[in-house]
């Protein structure tokens, strides 16, 4: 299984790991948390169940810091930092990106 932070790492670049991606149902922020890196979180996608993938990377530090705004994010260093996001739906015949244009 590949995660967000192997691609991450092979081009030396961080990710913040307070940041997960979620499931999507009936509420928006649903469960499963889906964390972007390597872990010992146990846990299946199952079939039909919709879910995101969302890391942000950064050229520096991992650590983010929440501007007063309540909604502005930097890294603790200031370094630059970008934030994707796909929605992804699990099929019988794999995994399908509905965010894919």
Partial sequence: MLFPSDHADRHRYGVVRT???HGV???FHADPVV???RNREGGRMKLNQTFTIE???TMGSINPVMWDDDWTVVTEDGSLSAQFEHTILIT???AEILTQC
């Fill in 19 to 21: 940041f997960v991606g």
């Fill in 25 to 27: 149902g009936r509420v």
């Fill in 35 to 37: 964390l972007h890196y």
């Fill in 55 to 57: 890391p942000m990377l």
């Fill in 92 to 94: 019988e015949g794999g």
